[in-house]
């Protein structure tokens, strides 16, 4: 009987270290940057506390127990729920931030026609449109200018990576063109 129990708590000690093991592989930490962008500047802003070391900053929030399995948007709003941050998603398109704010910063999306030109019967003809909306990106490069290089998905339509720690920056961009 004594091998028996001595075989049968092995097996169980190994199941248990494999489930232990499962768990802890399924919660991750992930690093949020935040940063302002205006198209055709270059003094983009960054939140957080420069390093000395290509401009990139610290993480303005770090949250932990994200799960891997999760998105995106889930985590942030792991976050909002440890009070780290806020945020509000578009009503309409879920999965679209909205507005995000932290202590000392907010910032919510929206955009209008500046310089209005307009015809003699008062339709208006001509104007630049401004708008200002929540970008975002995988990784810790605040200085990233290619715009273009976006992900083509949500932050409620994109998976986190299966890694224990990961980074995304928050990207508060600025856009103009004249019509």
Known sequence: MSKKFKR???VILAVVMMLGSTVMASAATMHIYIREWEQGTTSNTYLGTPKQ???ITNPVVTVTGVDS???YKDALNLAASKKQLNV???QN???YLTSLSVP???KTNDGKNINPK???KGNMIHATWQGSSWMWYPGNDVTLEDTSSYPQTTLGGTKVPSANEFSIVLSYDTTHFDW
């Open 93 to 95: 398109a879920n999965e």
């Open 104 to 106: 000392g910063y907010s």
């Open 8 to 10: 049968l708590s092995a």
């Open 69 to 71: 399995n999760g998105t």
């Open 118 to 120: 307009y015809d003699e």
């Open 53 to 55: 070391i290509s401009g």
């Open 88 to 90: 509000i998603w578009n």
